[in-house]
């Protein structure tokens, strides 16, 4: 019999770093572990430094091909000043459709296998013109895809806003969607982000199959019920494989001196890591709150902090590293809190190595705004989290990770909704770093699971694995179909 040749797959990643790094990584392990040749292909936000690091982080040593496209012409756009992060992202990508296709022109060899990000799902029509197989990589949970997959069906079912129902969204197997946690854009149905996400709901599924950077054990149920006919024979094409987690690994050098020393020289799990992630933004009056609560703990800290917003909390996500400099930043905070806190307490502007941080062992919690990449990577860390949801699918992950996974603690009512006081978050920090000794114990118990799930024979393995084969075989089919 002769032997399947190797394959070469082109991943295409929207902007971001909530794209990027897991379309980087997925790439790296389609490479080292499956045998796969890769070219990526960024739209770069043109914004992010960090972007343009984690890029470059891939040339040495050289495992992918990486391929900048140049970025879209907006001008023509009916993108208004206050345009969503959505609708900004997807009309990037719309506009990005003819620079794709002509980088894929120029390739010596044409691919073997497409792989498009959430927001590419315009894109898959491409696979299609060249006759190979196509799959659209989803980087978060199983809740969220199915929330998604139903959404078209919600759509047509439900009348008026989501937010304003009081039972909550039933899908099929699944647990229930809370009115309140729905992702973004679900609260406002009239405008045209809702249309943009209903449209990628019906368009994911219709690829050969969905990635989904999560394991087997982390989500069983949901997972079943996704695979399970009465859902996934009604809306999708091919099936859902689970290939995480995906997330960046340690640099050694990653953490810097100053810091690297300053973390050292903490006892083991006593500092709090807060961080918003690279788009995530709170109010001046909520950051004064945040500091007094840090303040009033007593506990080590280690504070990622950017300049206020009165936007909108996903303020910063096109921005990233694009803070003041530190005393801009620091004027947000109370009078004499850097003073007064100068013995427990780090304060990082704008950015921090968020892996290298999670991963030292003086590091006990952290208190995050809940994206799936940071999300990820503290369960891989066995760091249990404060959830502090701000924007996207971050209200639907935050109650998952508290209620159903029971690895975070969250304020009583949501950040995005009320001012969460300094009382609560002091009460929030000590719950989680001195009392929450069932909750460490439980992210300790998913760490493990994780590793065991993307080694040689674990779950995410052996899914990519079938993913591998499944490709061969539906390129057999389709060259015997012409």
């Not at 002769?2 to 990584?25: C, D, F, N, Q, T």
């Not at 091909?65 to 023509?76: K, Y």
Request: proline share 7%; glycine share 8%.
């Amino acid at each position: 019999m002769e032997k399947p040749k190797k394959l070469h797959a082109a991943l295409l990643s929207s902007p971001g770093m909530g794209h990027l790094i897991p379309v980087i990584e997925l790439g790296k392990r389609l490479v080292v572990h499956h045998g796969f040749e890769v070219t990526v292909f960024v739209l770069s936000s043109q914004a992010s430094h960090a972007e343009a690091e984690i890029i470059e982080s891939t040339m040495t040593p050289k495992l992918l091909n990486v391929v900048e496209l140049p970025p879209p012409d907006l001008s023509a756009a009916t993108l208004g000043p206050d345009a969503g992060v959505i609708m900004r992202l997807v009309v990037m990508m719309r506009e990005a459709r003819p620079a794709f296709r002509s980088a894929l022109a120029a390739m010596e060899a044409r691919p073997d296998v497409l792989i498009v990000d959430l927001f590419g799902t315009e894109h898959l029509c491409t696979g299609e013109e060249l006759g190979i197989p196509k799959y659209v990589y989803v980087p978060s949970n199983a809740w969220f895809l199915a929330l998604l997959l139903h959404s078209p069906t919600l759509d047509k079912e439900v009348k008026g806003e989501y937010v304003d129902r009081t039972e909550p969204l039933e899908i099929p197997g699944c647990k229930p969607v809370r009115p309140e946690d729905v992702v973004d854009p679900m609260p406002d149905r009239l405008d045209q982000q809702y249309r943009e996400y209903v449209r990628m709901a019906g368009e994911t599924p219709t690829g050969d199959g969905i990635l989904l950077n999560v394991w087997e054990d982390l989500q069983a149920e949901t997972l079943a019920a996704l695979r399970n006919e009465e859902f996934l024979g009604r809306v999708a094409n091919g099936p859902v494989y689970t290939v995480g987690p995906l997330i960046r690994p340690v640099r050694l050098a990653g953490l810097g001196k100053e810091l690297l020393e300053w973390l050292d020289k903490q006892p083991s799990e006593s500092v709090i890591f807060v961080s918003f992630g690279s788009g995530g933004t709170l109010s001046a009056e909520q950051l004064v709150e945040l500091a007094w609560g840090l303040e009033l703990s007593q506990q080590r800290f280690i504070w990622v902090l950017r300049q206020s917003t009165v936007k909108s909390p996903d303020g910063s996500f096109f921005d990233a590293w694009k803070g003041g400099a530190g005393d801009e930043v620091l004027c947000f905070l109370p009078n004499g809190f850097t003073t007064r806190t100068r013995e427990i307490g780090l304060i990082l502007p704008s950015w921090a190595p968020q892996v290298e941080i999670l991963s030292h062992p003086s590091v006990g919690g952290f208190l995050s705004h809940c994206g799936w990449n940071s999300t990820l990577e503290s369960i891989v860390n066995g760091v249990p989290m404060i959830a502090w949801p701000l924007y996207a699918e971050q209200r639907l992950n935050a109650t998952f990770l508290t209620e159903e996974i029971g690895v975070a603690v969250r304020p009583k009512e949501l950040p995005s909704k009320k001012i969460v006081g300094r009382e609560e978050i002091e009460e929030l920090v000590r719950r989680i770093m001195k009392e929450g000794h069932t909750t460490r114990a439980r992210v300790k118990e998913l760490k493990t699971s994780a590793e065991k799930a993307v080694t040689k024979g674990g779950s995410s393995y052996k899914s990519l694995c079938k993913m591998k084969e499944d490709c061969h075989m539906r390129i057999h089919h389709i060259k015997k179909a012409r």
